[in-house]
Nanobody
Framework: QVQLVESGGGLVQAGGSLRLSCAAS????????MGWFRQAPGKEREFVAA????????YYSDSVKGRFTISRGNAKNTVFLQMNSLKPEDTAVYYC?????????????????WGQGTQVTVSS
């Protein structure tokens, strides 16, 4: 059974930082791309960042480029999202996703598996 477990969310003031983690287990393939999406209240889920299977390529939405960094841990089943210079508009539930069999990086249907999400709240 595939599981993606996110952690690290919380409440932070504007300008602060948070680091999200996602640990994957139960995937069949030994390597897979991973991504982060977010969903704010009343809005659709949107792409935030992704990292390739090898970790050699990263992708970011324009809204977080230069502030967020996605990376893989030494254990390849772990991915992090370092979020700096947080803004109130970054408030959302953040979801981790794993791409085991599909392709692409920016669309929800590019990913096979999803975590339950972790809440990030940025106060002004």
């Amino acid at each position: 059974q595939v599981q993606l477990v996110e952690s690290g969310g919380g409440l932070v003031q504007a300008g602060g930082s948070l680091r999200l983690s996602c640990a994957a287990s139960g995937l069949t393939r030994g390597n897979y791309a991973m991504g982060w999406f977010r969903q704010a209240p009343g809005k659709e889920r949107e792409f935030v960042a992704a990292i390739s299977r090898s970790g050699g390529s990263t992708y970011y939405s324009d809204s977080v480029k230069g502030r967020f960094t996605i990376s893989r841990g030494n254990a390849k089943n772990t991915v992090f999202l370092q979020m700096n210079s947080l803004k109130p508009e970054d408030t959302a539930v953040y979801y981790c996703a794993a791409q085991e069999w599909r392709n692409g990086w920016g669309a929800e249907d590019s990913y096979d598996h999803w975590g339950q999400g972790t809440q990030v709240t940025v106060s002004s």
